[in-house]
């Protein structure tokens, strides 16, 4: 596969990085013998500039991700202004006290992982009357230092979010141990998912899109490929 064009994201080195990462993902949609609109594709736009987003806005893209609420407030609330079908969705780590903030900006969320946070995010929708797609994110790695339920303890809290806090949650989101082959973690959350009657399987970056996709991912989270290498400090 040919490797993303670095750096600056020029409107026409988006476009064509767009048109690559589209044909990606028809052709693992193909291989899995999926319907191509099943998978949504969240172009992830953190550490980038409103002007470098823009372009794929133009291009008619209206799915985006961001993982820090602060820097999200900054950008996202213009350009909805100029794109008001564009759709945020938060994929960072999520502080309890940010869950306002967090519904009132985002469309979709992908990291609920704790009970405290579910009460938070729910007062939150019952404060601000909007209602925000929910992912739980799982821990599908046990890495301390990573969000995320621990896969023993996902259906609880599946259920606790769902019955007692009403939430909308859709489906789970992982983010697999870097140096792990991710299949194995694509497949366990699948396997969460299916016992516990949830269709939405965010999973899936710039490295292992088209794997995920063969492992019944309904959303990629894509970056590096489309907008090109991130500074090292972010
Ligand atoms: C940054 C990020 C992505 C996108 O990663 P790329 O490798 O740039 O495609 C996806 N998901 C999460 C949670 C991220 O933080």
Request: charged residues 20%; hydrophobic residues 45%; proline residues 7%.
């Amino acid at each position: 596969m040919p490797a993303p064009h670095s750096q600056s994201a020029q409107p026409e080195i988006v476009a064509a990085n767009y048109a690559a990462v589209l044909e990606r993902l028809a052709g693992a949609a193909r291989a899995a013998d999926r319907p191509v609109a099943s998978i949504t594709l969240v172009a992830v736009t953190k550490t980038r500039e409103a002007a470098q987003i823009r372009p794929a806005l133009q291009l008619g893209h209206r799915v985006f991700g961001e993982n820090r609420i602060q820097e999200a407030a900054k950008k996202w609330p213009a350009l909805k202004t100029e794109f008001p079908d564009a759709q945020l969705h938060l994929i960072g780590p999520l502080q309890t006290n940010k869950a306002k903030d967090a519904v009132l900006l985002g469309d979709t969320i992908h990291t609920l992982d704790r009970v405290k946070l579910a009460h938070a995010l729910a007062r939150a929708m019952d404060q601000t009357g909007r209602r925000p797609s929910c992912f739980i994110q799982v821990n599908t790695g046990e890495e301390p230092q990573k969000a995320g339920v621990l896969p023993a303890q996902a259906d609880a809290l599946i259920a606790a979010c769902v019955r007692d806090d009403a939430l909308p949650v859709v489906g789970l989101m992982c983010l697999p141990p870097i140096d792990e082959e991710p299949s194995l973690h694509f497949a366990l959350l699948r396997q969460i998912a299916k016992r516990n009657g949830l269709a939405g399987l965010s999973m899936g970056m710039t490295s292992d899109f088209e794997v995920a996709i063969a492992f019944g991912a309904t959303h990629v989270r894509v970056g590096t490929a489309i907008f090109g290498h991130r500074p090292p400090a972010a």
